[in-house]
């Protein structure tokens, strides 16, 4: 079966670090660009960031550039996403998701992240 | 990288028709042929129903059907089931080689 698990989430103070998790199995993880997305409570979806097969290319929206860093282990089936310098609106549930057919066709159940002190 | 616009609700009797608007601009949807759809249940993951404009997933409903023109794209969901009462969202990739979705839209089934 195809899927992806997130982790690491929790409750972090403003300006603190986490580090999120996604384990893929089913699928041969390294063949695939992939793709952190998040979700504020009550709110829409917002691309965060997304990672090319061999981790060569990254791209992030502008409000996490500097702050949050995607990466893989290809040998390990992973995806993560360092978060530092957390502030208030980065409060969400963060999935990751694969990315195929020009398209995000697989998506893992997310991770909360509260930002709060 | 200002977010796609959609209609924050849109409602519908079983067995009727409804059409989703999303627009965007020459950097986006204008531009790009890369324009999904997605389903999400409350409480659930999104789930893809159309990628690439006008195509369907394997095991996607032909229920639901995608257009674009100009700057906006479209779904559109034919024959209304209480089970499409969702929230749908579109993305699109950009200029930027960034990805940006629509605000999302609440359908009711009445």
């Known amino acids: 079966e195809v899927q992806l698990v997130e982790s690491g989430g929790g409750l972090v103070q403003p300006g603190g670090s986490l580090r999120l998790s996604c384990a893929a199995s089913g699928f041969v993880f390294s063949r695939y660009w992939m793709t952190w997305v998040r979700q504020a409570p009550g709110k829409g979806l917002e691309w965060v960031a997304n990672?090319?097969?061999?981790?060569?290319?990254?791209y992030y929206v502008d409000s996490v550039k500097g702050r949050f860093t995607i990466s893989r282990d290809n040998a390990k089936n992973s995806l993560y996403l360092q978060m530092n310098s957390l502030r208030a609106e980065d409060t969400a549930v963060y999935y990751c998701?694969?990315?195929?057919?020009?398209?995000?066709?697989?998506w893992g159940q997310g991770t909360l992240v509260t930002v709060s002190s | 990288q200002s977010a796609l616009t959609q209609p924050a609700s849109v409602s519908g009797s079983p067995g009727q028709s409804i059409t989703i608007s999303c627009t965007g601009t020459s950097s986006d949807v204008g531009t790009y042929a890369y324009v999904s759809w997605y389903q999400q249940h409350p409480g659930k993951a999104p789930k893809l129903m159309i990628y690439?404009?006008?195509k369907r997933p394997s095991g996607v409903s032909n229920r639901f059907s995608g257009s674009n023109s100009g700057n906006t794209a479209s779904l559109t969901i034919s024959g209304l089931q209480a089970e499409d009462e969702a929230d749908y969202y579109c993305?699109?990739?950009?200029?930027?080689?960034?990805?940006?979705f629509g605000g999302g839209t609440k359908l009711t089934v009445l």
């Open positions: 998701a694969r990315f195929q057919l020009d398209a995000f066709d697989i």
């Open positions: 990672i090319k097969q061999d981790g060569s290319q990254k």
């Open positions: 690439d404009v006008t």
């Open positions: 993305t699109s990739y950009t200029t930027s080689s960034t990805w940006v």
